[in-house]
């Protein structure tokens, strides 16, 4: 009988599609509802938007949910492609996004962008190169044949330096670009976002896998939970739109301008990855996945903080959806790269 092959869910492997009828959807409900869009706009919480905080927090608490802590004490034998992770993610990611922003944003586009909006759109893109991915990156080793084990450390590692490294990265760069954030917001962000699913998953996980088992909750629970974040995601979606709608259809040139710098960002970190990953000697099932959780990104962070932070009718919104947009065929063609590149333990030669 032929080996399996790995498969991309039938959601997650259209997702861009799904974004653009979110797109189209959230357009006409915007042109349709008018200022009565306002009434949902106004339902905040310490600069939170209530509704949408709602389905943001279904849309990464699943998430979180999977990822198991206890797998950072397997962190021995990973420990070069650990270090490798950990040092793109947070020491060059989050600096070559907002270098090539600036670039794009108040230079090449400074005659057709604002120079206000274009800082809106820097902002955006340094709270996506801020955020490395947790979740999709399963999806992305998974397909690309990399080892589960050490993408799972990777990930627990990641998320735990999230709650420690994210503000103030963000805080740095959005502070450079001379965009003043109140570190409250910020805080408060992250908080909602970030450690509270955080905690709520990792309760959750543990209590499921004692009173269930693993079986069951790799097998009943994660299924069961899945469309729940994808619809969360496409929900959220198309309120983004919705406000965002007279600006898009005013200049949609901006979502093609938005979305040049963030693919060359994502190539560049693949291939910086990939690099590095052959200079170190690891192997390919541990390059493989390092390389993909650099260049994705965790979008539904970004989205969370770009609204808490900006508002709904935002530039940095806009761009953080525009993220969105890019990764999922961005990603599969990265996978299918990395798939052609795939070396034997015994390849020690440089690609």
Not at 144 to 164: H, M
Not at 222 to 248: D, E, M
Not at 256 to 285: C, D, E, M, N, V
Request: glycine share 8%; proline share 5%; aromatic share 12%.
């Amino acid at each position: 009988m032929a080996d399996q092959q790995p498969s991309i869910g039938f959601f997650e492997k259209y997702l861009t599609a799904w974004v653009l009828l979110c797109i189209g959807a959230g357009i006409a409900l915007g042109q349709v509802a008018g200022s009565g869009m306002q009434v949902i706009a106004d339902l905040e919480l310490n600069t939170v938007n209530i509704p949408v905080a709602i389905l943001i927090w279904l849309m990464i608490y699943p998430m979180m949910v999977q990822v198991d802590f206890g797998s950072v004490a397997r962190i021995g034998p990973q420990i070069k492609g650990l270090s490798l992770t950990v040092v793109v993610n947070w020491l060059i990611k989050p600096f070559t996004m907002a270098f090539f922003a600036w670039v794009f944003f108040t230079k090449l586009y400074a005659a057709w962008i604002a120079p206000e909006l274009a800082n809106e759109y820097i902002a955006g893109a340094i709270l996506l190169g801020a955020a490395p991915c947790t979740a999709m990156v399963f999806v992305w080793s998974y397909l690309s044949g990399g080892d589960p084990n050490y993408t799972l450390v990777q990930v627990s590692v990641n998320d735990l330096l999230l709650l420690v490294l994210f503000i103030p990265i963000v805080q740095f760069l959005l502070g450079i670009t001379g965009i003043a954030i109140p570190w409250g917001v910020l805080v408060t962000s992250v908080i909602v976002f970030v450690v509270i699913p955080l905690v709520a998953g990792y309760l959750t996980h543990r209590w499921l896998i004692r009173t269930k088992g693993e079986a069951w909750f790799k097998t009943h629970f994660l299924p069961a939970l899945k469309p729940l974040s994808i619809a969360a995601l496409l929900l959220t979606l198309v309120l983004l739109f919705a406000f965002q709608g007279r600006k898009i259809l005013a200049n949609p040139l901006d979502i093609l301008l938005i979305a040049i710098p963030l693919s060359l960002q994502t190539y560049f970190i693949f291939f910086l990855t990939w690099k590095g990953g052959r200079w170190l000697k690891l192997p390919y099932r541990t390059c493989a996945p390092a390389s993909m959780i650099g260049a994705s990104n965790f979008f539904e962070l970004a989205v969370a903080v770009a609204i808490a932070l900006f508002g709904l009718n935002s530039g940095a919104a806009l761009a953080t959806v525009v993220g969105v947009l890019i990764e999922v065929p961005i990603m599969l063609h990265l996978v299918r790269i990395a798939k052609r590149w795939e070396y034997g333990s015994d390849d020690q030669t440089i690609r």
